[in-house]
């Protein structure tokens, strides 16, 4: 991933939905009926896209709609893409991404940390082939274009943990992606502080039980959060059936529920979303 120089970032929104989507195959609430008629409440599995126009896009994290995310895009390759952790619903796309570039005779480029490329070599043992492994310990400094990127560790409840990613621009911009995570320490809020933009997963609008048997902060939590780590804005993403598309929920004006398609632009310079 090549150095240049001030260039905003886009982030499309592949995909905001929990580890099922919505539908939920099995349920008939009035969110998953109303998704099924191909409403407002559909949801994919959580995935974005960057790209910096100056730099062959960026993919994070390769779920099971992956097919229909590219072809929503209309992106006929994908050249290299993060991962946040190894659970199906981030990268059950994979096997049909590595099979795409055998059929285009290319490799493509798979960062993430040594342990969660350890466990999708266990699930897909047959991928490495196209699909690179580059460990982020081995990777050196990593770069998107002048965007400098970090990982780290973040809790993820009962599923154990994930990794978040943060983007920074030498000019002051900067976003962090951290799709999977509860009850942050205050050493794994640290890169949340200075961002320009903020997008967090929260499955529920609220849940009654305790964090500790739970995987994902939920939006009233995830409003604390961002006003404590002071990012100017949000957007939740990797949200369950349990939030209704067509209801107002009163969200500050600093906060707002991703969408299939959405796009969003970090300028390179600090502050501008
Ligand atoms: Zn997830
Ligand atoms: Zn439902």
């Known amino acids: 991933m090549?150095?240049?120089?001030?260039q905003d970032l886009i982030i499309k929104v592949l995909g905001n939905g929990d580890s099922l989507g919505t539908p939920r195959v099995y349920c008939e609430c009035a969110v998953c009926e109303e998704a099924r008629g191909g409403g407002l409440n559909v949801r994919r599995r959580s995935s974005i896209w960057l790209n910096t126009g100056e730099e062959a896009p960026l993919l994070v994290d390769c779920g099971p709609d992956w097919r229909h995310q590219m072809e929503r895009l209309g992106a006929r390759r994908v050249e290299r893409a993060l991962l946040t952790h190894?659970?199906?619903?981030h990268i059950g796309g994979l096997a049909e991404w590595a099979d795409a570039c055998r059929w285009l005779e290319m490799t493509a480029e798979l960062f993430a940390p040594a342990e969660v490329l350890h466990d999708v070599a266990t699930r897909y043992p047959w991928i490495g082939g196209r699909l690179l492994h580059?460990?982020?310990?081995?990777?050196g400094d990593l770069f998107y274009g002048s965007w400098a990127i970090r990982a780290w560790k973040v809790n993820h409840g009962k599923n154990g943990y994930s990794y978040a990613y943060r983007f920074d621009h030498p000019d002051g911009g900067s976003f962090a992606y951290c799709p999977d995570s509860i009850d942050l320490s205050d050493e794994q809020k640290e890169p949340l502080r200075g961002l320009s933009l903020l997008i967090l997963g929260t499955s529920f609008y609220e849940e009654p039980y305790p964090m500790s048997t739970r995987s994902l902060y939920d939006v009233k939590e995830g409003l604390q959060l961002t006003e404590e780590v002071g990012a100017p804005s949000v957007v939740f993403t990797h949200m369950s059936?349990?939030?209704?598309?067509?209801?107002?929920?009163g969200l500050p004006a600093w906060a707002r529920f991703a969408a299939e398609g959405m796009e969003l632009r970090v300028s390179a310079a600090k502050r501008g979303v």
Do not use: G, K, N, T
Request: aromatic share 4%.
């Open 2 to 6: 090549s150095a240049s120089h001030h």
């Open 241 to 249: 059936h349990d939030i209704d598309a067509r209801r107002d929920y």
């Open 86 to 89: 190894a659970h199906v619903d």
């Open 134 to 139: 580059r460990p982020l310990e081995q990777a």
